[in-house]
């Protein structure tokens, strides 16, 4: 299965944000607080085929409907061309980029090492889960971080640039949401070990070096409560140096994460009410999990809670299983569950009604 039509059949198994404010000399936290995260966000892909005209438009509609952010994947090329545009319509550009899922990278292939190994023995660099486009590398190894971390040092050296988008920090997913398991004709019960990831030869030394455990040694890795916690920390450990890069640029980051912190640990490892970030982005696609719309507010509010004031939340809506009936709701549960704003994936699922509604928001605040 190809991945564009994987996306419109599942939707993505994960996302992530990073946001800067530019080259201004106040310091990171400050600049943080200084900015206004109230406000509606578009997730969005690059295509360098539109004309000036054609994003004018795109900018104007999504300006009138009061979304001011967009998370956008592109080259520096591509940020460059409509970086200026959308600055004419006070819309702030985010550069939206996969972290630890490197499909297609060419540097990262000329590596097989980087890449992430299952309880199976197998690697994402030849052996992938699920789909083919996934291709992990693992967050424990020190030339991971510097090729992340050089990517991050490029995109902030764009002019205009606001920040930085986090997507895919996070490992594999060892259990897929509810929704997606029919598609693939499994039942995920417990941890399979052709998903469980990473038991490469830097993680089990570094493991074993922390906590004195020979991973090998144990009968049922799953249940060691120090292994599951040494990958939640090695995610974050990327994640907050990577914070670190940003706020020298003077840059925002944020990323997109699963809906709320404890079923992420449960999913794929990602502990995010534990990360420096200036702001989260989760994912909050109720089908996924067989939930209904009112689950919106309810995993909206578990993810406020637990980051106890530490950043802004931001609530990512699915607009493919959003119907234009259901989506006032959604986006008033967001609200009520205590986020600052919605984003909506994406661009190319986005109707009418949903600008509509968005419009009557902000004709109502104003």
């Known amino acids: 299965m190809d991945k564009r039509?994987?996306?419109k059949i599942n939707g993505l198994l994960a996302t992530g944000v990073a946001l800067g404010m530019g080259n201004f000399a106040c310091s990171s936290k400050e600049t943080s607080t200084q900015y206004n995260w109230e406000r509606n966000w578009m997730w969005m892909h690059a295509n360098m085929e539109r004309s000036d005209e054609?994003?004018?438009s795109i900018f104007k509609n999504l300006k009138g409907a009061g979304i001011t952010g967009i998370l956008i994947g592109g080259d520096v090329a591509m940020y460059e061309k409509i970086i200026p545009l959308a600055s004419q319509f006070d819309i702030d550009v985010h550069a939206w980029m996969w972290t630890l899922n490197r499909n297609g990278d060419k540097e990262a292939l000329k590596h097989p090492d980087w890449y992430t190994v299952s309880r199976k023995g197998d690697s994402c660099f030849d052996v992938r889960p699920y789909v083919d486009y996934y291709q992990w590398v693992c967050p424990s190894k020190e030339e991971v971080f510097e090729h992340i971390k050089t990517q991050v040092e490029t995109l902030s050296a764009v002019e205009g640039l606001k920040g930085i988008h986090l997507d895919y920090v996070r490992y594999s997913d060892v259990i897929l949401a509810k929704a997606l398991q029919p598609q693939y004709n499994l039942v995920q019960d417990k941890e399979y070990p052709e998903f469980d990831f990473c038991y490469c030869e830097t993680c089990r030394d570094k493991f074993k070096e922390q906590?004195?455990?020979d991973i090998a040694e144990l009968e049922d890795p799953t249940q060691s409560k120090e292994w599951r916690q040494y990958?939640?920390?090695s995610v974050t450990n990327l994640v907050n140096r990577l914070v670190e890069v940003a706020?020298?640029?003077n840059k925002l980051i944020t990323a997109a994460v699963f809906p709320y912190p404890e079923l992420a640990r449960t999913i794929c490892r990602q502990s995010w009410d534990d990360w420096d970030l200036d702001a989260f982005f989760p994912m909050i696609y109720q089908n996924f999990y067989e939930e209904d719309i009112e689950w919106i507010k309810t995993a909206t509010s578990i993810g406020v809670t637990d980051l106890d004031g530490?950043?802004?939340l931001i609530t990512g809506l699915y607009l493919p299983e959003v119907t234009g009936e259901e989506f006032p709701t959604a986006v008033k549960n967001s609200l009520e569950g205590g986020a600052k704003g919605?984003?909506?994936f994406d661009l190319g699922a986005s109707?009418?009604?949903?600008y509509n509604t968005l419009r009557a928001l902000k004709d109502k605040k104003d």
């Open 231 to 233: 990958r939640y920390d």
């Open 211 to 213: 906590s004195g455990i």
């Open 247 to 249: 706020h020298g640029k």
């Open 5 to 7: 039509k994987f996306l």
């Open 342 to 344: 919605v984003a909506l």
């Open 310 to 312: 530490k950043a802004p």
């Open 351 to 354: 109707k009418e009604t949903h």
């Open 54 to 56: 054609e994003w004018n």
